[in-house]
């Protein structure tokens, strides 16, 4: 399994981002999608999941009623929409699969290369 982020870029604290993820695999729909990013100097943390169906997601306290985490599995698709954003939002973002509705980084199998998003004061 491929994972490719994008939409990441410089946006101004209160404004909104949606990052994308494709995968290229046959059999995206078995998987369960995260989210994770990772500050300079900091360990990556958990941010979103969403479970194979769509039906049920998880959301890290910090991002709860900002972030909303999506997917389309006929396009084989991630998403990841951001609004009211914080300048302690400013990371890498990662989307990574996984077999279980997982919140921890050692649960994943496949994971991107990540997609920076800034968060200017």
């Known amino acids: 399994v491929q994972l490719e982020e994008s939409g990441g870029g410089l946006v101004q604290t209160g404004g909104s981002l949606r990052l994308s993820c494709a995968a290229s695999?046959?059999?995206?729909?078995?998987?369960?999608m995260g989210w994770f990013r990772q500050a300079p100097a900091k360990e990556r943390e958990f941010v979103a999941v969403?479970?194979?169906?769509?039906?049920?997601?998880l959301y890290a306290d910090s991002v709860k009623g900002r972030f909303t985490i999506a997917r389309d599995n006929n396009k084989n698709m991630v998403y990841l929409h951001m609004s009211s954003l914080k300048p302690e939002d400013t990371a890498v973002y990662y989307c990574?699969?996984?077999?279980?509705?997982?919140?921890?980084?050692?649960?994943?199998?496949?994971w991107g290369q990540g997609t920076q998003v800034t968060v200017s004061s």
């Open positions: 695999t046959q059999t995206f729909s078995s998987y369960d």
């Open positions: 990574a699969a996984a077999t279980a509705l997982a919140t921890e980084e050692v649960d994943y199998d496949y």
């Open positions: 969403i479970s194979w169906s769509g039906g049920r997601t």
